[in-house]
DNA sequence: ACCTGAACACCGTTCAAGT
DNA sequence: ACCTGAACACCGTTCAAGT
């Protein structure tokens, strides 16, 4: 036998986490109490600060989960059988993933973006971000390769997929969309940055 | 003589709506209270309660006088000189609006996707939503009759069009744009929407 | 090491009372 | 009509004390 249940069941840190992007999930961060929290653990309200010195530091932690979350989404996508085809499917397949994971997730992907914002935001954060959108690049650059995506800096074009696919996704949960469509949209949008606006 | 200043000026309501969007820029919606507001103000903590139910009709009202001042941005942008020129040009007028809005009033923008994304989001904002977003769509529809842009649904386009900049905002706003570069880039990725992926 | 529990300064909201 | 000021339940943070 352990020691005795007085304390926490092991990874208060851990437990914290989760608990916090479940909250930030289900009712947004203004919604995330630290009291609540440790309540909710069964730990004192001040058992917290052991883990973290202040709210923000389990908030950056809750956005740096939310990035490996996220990141194992797009290498699934990108990874996928059907993404071994035209540059077009792998695109529309990480917008799919990406655009879920916002819709699902959507107060969480807001405070990932607004800790990543932060100035002081860790070193960390800021190398999950880059690590998180590293899959997107290599399709990119797979595709010019293969001539079916135009030449030039692989930035710029990343630029505009993934501005596409974020702001695509900020545009349902807004509600500015209507969801039943959103599937066929999101195809439709795909299709419209890979033809290009003007006609041809 | 009016009456004694014992209170407030004459408009409390357009007075909280003002000062709670510059802190809302200066500092996020986090350090935003009610009861520093009406310090500020010179009122007691309970008058806001005269104008705003509570805390979230206030937020309410901000988002709604912002969606007002990005409208106003963009129709601006819409009606200047350039903007008779290309579709080309024309898009990238309203993007760097659009960018540049987003980028000074960062958190106020968060807060107006996030008030449009409330269940509870009064009528009058939704309203203010469509309205802000008619004067692209209006751009769209000429620059078809032009056969500057493909046919198709306005909606398509609109749609495509308004992720790029929501979405080309929010990465500059993350940080994961060079700010140096974002004007730079900004023209690349509305001519990579314009020309598309595909080489031609 | 890890957690408790009291203390402090703050918050949003409510409401009887004032003018 | 509009604002005040006390009251209430809550919050984040700090810190001496316990195991």
Redesign the interface.
């Known amino acids: 036998m352990a020691a005795p249940d007085r304390y926490h069941h092991g990874d208060l840190r851990a437990a914290l986490i989760a608990r916090a992007a479940e909250v930030v999930v289900a009712d947004?961060?203004?919604a995330l109490s630290l009291r609540e929290l440790a309540r909710d653990l069964g730990v004192s309200h001040g058992a917290p600060s052991r883990h973290f010195p202040d709210k923000q530091a389990l908030l950056d932690a809750v956005a740096l989960d939310g990035f490996h979350r996220l990141r194992l989404d797009l290498v699934t996508a990108a990874a996928r059988p059907a993404a071994s085809g035209s540059?077009r499917d792998q695109f529309a397949d990480i917008a799919v993933a990406y655009v879920d994971f916002a819709v699902r997730n959507?107060s969480l992907l807001?405070l990932m973006?607004?800790a990543?914002?932060r100035e002081e935001?860790p070193e960390e954060l800021r190398a999950a971000?880059d690590r998180t959108?590293a899959a997107p690049l290599l399709v990119i650059e797979q595709a010019q390769r293969r001539?079916?995506?135009?030449h030039g800096?692989v930035?710029?074009?990343a630029?505009?997929?993934?501005?596409?696919?974020?702001?695509?996704a900020?545009?349902i949960?807004?509600?500015?969309?209507h969801p039943d469509a959103s599937g066929a949209?999101l195809t439709?949008?795909v299709n419209?940055?890979?033809?290009?606006?003007?006609?041809?």
Request: no cysteine.
């Open positions: 947004g961060v203004g540059f959507a807001a973006f607004a990543k914002h935001a971000v959108f001539g079916e995506v135009v800096e930035e710029d074009i630029t505009a997929i993934m501005a596409t696919m974020h702001g695509f900020a545009l949960v807004a509600g500015l969309l949209m439709a949008t419209r940055l890979v033809d290009g606006l003007r006609p041809r």
